[in-house]
């Protein structure tokens, strides 16, 4: 499993990339296909200013698995929040995925 984790418009602290390997590691244990090395997950995190402050940062997760790609995408106010929102929207993915394949 390969984790790639790319900033644009802001710089990520260290702390923001391990709380996102943290996190992104989490979503590995979901499935043992999720652990192949042909899977990858690209987490973008985008920053845009807008007028509501709590909409400012964007986080895309891609998950590239075998056979399918899942993805998540979420708005917050810190990095942290965005990340957290994305990851809750992934992991339903991720369950119809493994429900999937189990039954073949």
Request: with cysteine; hydrophobic share 30%.
């Amino acid at each position: 499993m390969q984790i790639h984790t790319q900033a644009h418009g802001l710089k990520l602290t260290e702390e923001d990339r391990e709380y996102i390997d943290m996190k992104m590691e989490k979503i590995t244990t979901l499935s043992k296909r999720l652990k192949d090395d042909s899977s990858e997950i690209r987490v973008d995190i985008y920053h845009s200013p807008t007028k509501a402050s709590d909409d400012e940062i964007r986080c895309t997760i891609t998950l590239h698995i075998p056979k399918n790609t899942l993805r998540a995408e979420s708005h917050g106010s810190k990095v942290h929040e965005a990340l957290d929102l994305a990851k809750q929207k992934l992991i339903p993915q991720i369950e119809v995925y493994k429900e999937k394949f189990a039954k073949h």
